[in-house]
């Protein structure tokens, strides 16, 4: 099993800036992929970015210029850097990864719980 743990979400004005922290825990052998997905109120849930272990980048048309995502291996660790945040960047920001199952070896996809970002003035 693993545990996904979201941290840095609140609430900005237009403009300004967050960054989303997700930790991965538990008994896995590698992570693989990690994402960013987002559900704004009403809306599919989208995916925001992602990124490979070997650092291999997709991100969303509508975020790029203002949203990085990164990872530190050694620490399990997701990390999306939010800059120039609009109204319509609003939703529950949700982590997404593909462990490696210690016990058997089997990758699997876990979510995390979300944070919520509301960008208002």
């Known amino acids: 099993q693993v545990q996904l743990v979201e941290s840095g979400g609140g609430l900005v004005q237009p403009g300004g800036s967050l960054r989303l922290s997700c930790v991965a825990s538990?008994?896995?052998?590698?992570?693989?992929?990690m994402e960013w997905y987002r559900q704004a109120p009403g809306k599919e849930r989208e995916l925001v970015a992602g990124i490979t272990r070997a650092s291999s980048i997709n991100i969303l048309d509508s975020v790029k210029g203002r949203f990085t995502i990164s990872r530190d291996n050694a620490k399990n660790t997701v990390y999306l850097q939010m800059n120039n945040l609009e109204p319509e960047d609003t939703a529950v920001y949700f982590c997404?990864?593909?462990?490696?199952?210690?016990?058997?070896?089997?990758?699997?996809?876990?979510w995390g719980k979300g944070t919520l970002v509301t960008v208002s003035s």
């Open positions: 538990g008994l896995f052998f590698s992570i693989r992929d």
């Open positions: 997404h990864v593909r462990a490696v199952e210690a016990d058997t070896m089997v990758a699997k996809y876990y």
